[in-house]
């Protein structure tokens, strides 16, 4: 009988996943079993498969998910995160490895002992970021001890972004992964790191103001902000004794700034609901977080609140998502006022069938090498093939799938609740990585620290 691998959640990011499995099918003795809610959304090419099965599955029906846990020999769970714990716990009953591409939960780091104790591999953080920046990193990182030298600052940067050829909008920004996660980016703290050996917060409302900048050859200049908390792998890498830990988020210059105007609205709160959302249009949209006036336009009063000049081009960014149509109605009933945000952006930074996405990865380290302070930096850009088979797809399925080959053929055999940081995981599937063309620039250059309060572009 087939090897068989259970894929729960057949969504956006999948696409490479499963014909990466399907590729292998004859060559690996496996069989795929694809477990989601709306199996007819799957190509016809999947679900015609000799090598595949698509059941029909809530993960909410206990003793669906656990039927389709015991009928395969490891788990590859792409759901929503909250979820994984229930998938999880059955592994832990049924005897079943586990892959996703989730951070690790407090519950499934729970599972731990657990997980040793049946010499089950639960392997997490093996996408994208989380994922391959982990590898890349530890690699890097990894090379610069086994050389005699000592890291003390690592920088990492990743973005989601539109290809060049197809960023066609004022933001150049077109959603690339699940919305929700980008409109209520950076919420729930402030973001910590550490640089010079201070630590350093910026608060949620000063996030997007306070930003790097970067030019990687060929694509131009990007800008950066902070992720929340930047010291979470400190331990997992390490780097106890680093002067400077700082990751964050990569986007096109100018979308911080812009963005910035929904923060100080308040149009990415998630906290409560809005009376009769249901029906509500962008302009009224716009109008709730605005002060009364008897006489004055919705867009004068947002001119005025947000102090934005007539020749400043943060109004025709605005003005471009429609904010201020009253023809246009928002279908949500007791909405937040992110979910109602989100409804907006999704009707303008939507992916054309034909459009193309790009994933760009910048790294910096900064270490001393025999009383000689150097500098690597570091940059990986993968451009996704149209809506389906996006790069970010691409960068999120093929290490899950890697990976959950590795686990099945005992060539990840170290068992536990874990993330990509052992050279066992990183090396081959990097290097098979490369094969898709997902690999990394290196450049050796002079090493300039950190330097705060001042902006630098980097040519990398």
């Excluded at 995160?81 to 729970?110: N, Q, W």
């Excluded at 690339?176 to 010079?196: D, H, S, Y």
């Excluded at 979470?232 to 979308?255: C, H, I, K, P, S």
């Excluded at 960014?317 to 999704?346: C, G, R, S």
Aim: charged letters at 25%; hydrophobic letters at 40%.
């Amino acid at each position: 009988m087939s090897r068989r691998i259970l894929v729960i959640g057949a969504g956006k990011s999948t696409s490479y996943l499963l014909d990466y499995f399907l590729d292998k099918a004859r060559t690996e003795d496996l069989h795929l079993i694809i477990g989601d809610l709306d199996p007819n959304a799957l190509p016809e090419t999947i679900k015609n498969h000799p090598a595949c099965t698509v059941i029909p599955l809530d993960v909410l029906q206990d003793e669906d998910r656990k039927n389709a846990v015991r009928d395969c020999e490891i788990v590859v769970s792409m759901l929503p995160a909250r979820f994984h714990i229930k998938v999880a716990r059955d592994c832990i009953a049924l005897g079943k490895h586990l892959v996703t591409a989730s951070y690790v939960s407090d519950e499934i780091m729970a599972l731990d002992a657990q997980a040793k104790k049946k010499g089950l591999v639960f392997m997490n953080e093996i996408g994208l970021d989380p994922g391959i920046d982990h590898m890349s990193a530890m690699q890097i990182i990894d090379q610069v001890r086994d050389s005699g030298g000592k890291i003390l600052l690592f920088e990492s940067f990743t973005g989601g972004l539109v290809a060049p050829e197809h960023d066609n909008n004022l933001w150049n920004y077109k959603f690339t992964w699940n919305p929700r996660n980008v409109v209520l980016a950076g919420q729930g703290g402030a973001a910590k790191f550490i640089q010079e050996g201070s630590y350093k917060y910026i608060p949620y409302h000063k996030l997007f103001r306070r930003t790097e900048f970067f030019n990687i050859e060929g694509y131009g200049t990007f800008e950066g902000y902070a992720n929340r908390d930047s010291l979470n792998y400190r331990e997992a890498y390490g780097l106890q004794d680093v002067l400077t830990l700082y990751r964050g988020t990569m986007r096109r210059v100018g979308f911080s700034k812009a963005w910035n105007m929904f923060v100080q609205l308040g149009m990415t709160d998630d906290s409560y609901m809005i009376e009769d959302s249901n029906g509500m249009s962008y302009r009224e949209f716009v109008n709730l977080f605005l002060p009364y006036s008897p006489t004055d336009s919705v867009e004068l009063k947002l001119r005025h609140y947000l102090k934005i000049d007539q020749d400043d081009n943060m109004w025709g960014k605005l003005e471009e998502l429609d904010l201020f149509n009253p023809k246009k109605t928002i279908p949500l009933a007791n909405a937040t006022p992110a979910q109602m945000l989100q409804y907006v952006l999704e009707d303008s930074w939507t992916l054309a069938d034909d459009d193309k996405d790009m994933i760009v990865m910048y790294h910096k380290f900064g270490y001393e090498l025999e009383g000689k302070k150097q500098q690597i930096d570091a940059n990986m850009v993968v451009i996704g093939e149209n809506r389906t088979h996006t790069a970010m797809a691409k960068t999120v399925g093929l290490p899950v799938a890697m990976a959950t080959l590795s686990i099945l053929n005992g060539k990840i055999h170290t068992p536990g609740v874990q993330i990509p940081i052992k050279k066992e995981v990183y090396d081959p599937i990097l290097s098979e990585l490369r094969e898709y063309g997902i690999r990394f620039k290196e450049f050796e250059v002079p090493y300039l620290g950190y330097c705060p309060d001042v902006v630098t572009t980097r040519s990398v």
